[in-house]
C-alpha cells in the first residue's frame, strides 16, 4: 500500500484470512481477531513522524508528543469504516 508523501512504514498486510490460511497450516485456530489505528491514529502516527523530524528523534520528545496527540486517537470511533493500521490475532493450537 503506498501513501503518497507518507514516509512511514506501510505496506498492505496480511487480512484475516491469509492469516487463518498461515495458521491453519501449522494447526493453529484463530480464536479471537481484531483491529487496531484507525483515521485519527493514523493522521497523530503522521504528525508524530513530522515533528520528529524536525526537532530530531530524542526518546523525551517522542513519548512527550504521544502524550499531547494520543487524545486524538480516541476520536478513531468517529470514522469506522476507515481501513485500520493494525490486524492482530490470537490463535491457540488445535489437538
Not at 496480511?14 to 492469516?19: E, H
Not at 494447526?27 to 513530522?50: E, P, S, W
Request: with cysteine; hydrophobic share 40%; net charge positive.
Amino acid at each position: 500500500m503506498e501513501r503518497t508523501g507518507f514516509q512511514g512504514h506501510v505496506r498492505e498486510g496480511y487480512s484475516f484470512d491469509d492469516f487463518e490460511k498461515l495458521l491453519g497450516e501449522a494447526n493453529l485456530k484463530i480464536v479471537f481477531k481484531d483491529t487496531c489505528g484507525g483515521y485519527f491514529t493514523q493522521k497523530a502516527l503522521v504528525i508524530q513522524r513530522k515533528i520528529s523530524r524536525v526537532a530530531g528523534e530524542r526518546l523525551y520528545m517522542d513519548c512527550l508528543i504521544k502524550f499531547i496527540l494520543k487524545p486524538i486517537t480516541w476520536l478513531d470511533f468517529i470514522y469506522p469504516s476507515y481501513p485500520k493500521y493494525v490486524n492482530f490475532v490470537i490463535a491457540k493450537h488445535n489437538r
